[in-house]
Antibody, heavy 120, light 108 residues
Framework: HLQLQESGPGLVKPSETLSLTCNVS??????????WGWIRQPPGKGLEWIGN???????YYNPPLKSRVTISVDTSKNQFSLNLSSVTAADTAVYYC????????????WGQGILVSVSS | EIVMTQSPGTLSVSPGERATLSCRAS??????LAWYQHKPGQAPRLLIY???TRATGIPARFSGSGSGTEFTLTISSLQSEDFAVYYC??????????FGGGTKVEIK
């Protein structure tokens, strides 16, 4: 059973880049057919999918965020990362990393989440 | 983009009672639908995938049904640990993957 843990700064200034890392344990991030994803939840709102990265490195992003999002994998550290540029207050949210080990685009393991606030 | 709509927003249920949660898709998602349970401060947990298949370790009191645009999550006899927010998610047409707005199941 995979375990995922998000890490990164809890406060980011407007216009800067939000950078988070998800550490994966209990399995290899290079496992064939696995997807790794980021999802967020603004305060008082529902879940919003940000994007996925396939084990091969292919990426898929939510269209409204696509121009600002980069998801990457670091196989040497068994981690994957999220960069979200030009943030505004609307990007304040709890950010979750998650895994899809079925390859069918639902998430079977999630991290606990990390609250990131955008404020000067 | 496929819009997922959940109802009701809040469901008040007594322990031991049955809870029925609904999820509607703006267009057919076949059976490509998952349900998650989310408690405050915790990681969301996958309950159901492919509309009706329970994930590993999920108790039999949780069941999912439906296909196309109408889906239901039923909790047959609510336990204290089941009070949470429940989300549906479609994975038939993506990007984007989309979630419903959630149903909060609270103690009556």
């Amino acid at each position: 059973h995979l375990q995922l843990q998000e890490s990164g700064p809890g406060l980011v200034k407007p216009s800067e880049t939000l950078s988070l890392t998800c550490n994966v344990s209990g399995g290899s991030i290079s496992s064939s057919s696995y997807y790794w994803g980021w999802i967020r939840q603004p305060p008082g709102k529902g879940l919003e999918w940000i994007g996925n990265i396939y084990y091969s490195g292919s990426t898929y992003y939510n269209p409204p965020l696509k121009s600002r999002v980069t998801i990457s994998v670091d196989t040497s550290k068994n981690q994957f990362s999220l960069n979200l540029s030009s943030v505004t207050a609307a990007d304040t949210a709890v950010y979750y990393c998650a895994s899809d080990t079925s390859g069918y685009y639902y998430f079977d393991s999630w991290g606990q989440g990390i609250l990131v606030s955008v404020s000067s | 983009e496929i819009v997922m709509t959940q109802s009701p927003g809040t469901l008040s249920v007594s322990p031991g009672e049955r809870a029925t949660l609904s999820c509607r898709a703006s267009q057919s998602v076949s059976s490509n639908l998952a349900w998650y349970q989310h408690k405050p401060g915790q990681a969301p947990r996958l309950l159901i995938y492919d509309a009706s298949t329970r994930a590993t370790g999920i108790p039999a009191r949780f069941s999912g049904s439906g296909s196309g645009t109408e889906f239901t999550l039923t909790i047959s006899s609510l336990q204290s640990e089941d009070f949470a927010v429940y989300y549906c998610q479609q994975y038939n047409n993506w990007p984007p993957l989309t979630f419903g707005g959630g149903t909060k199941v609270e103690i009556k």
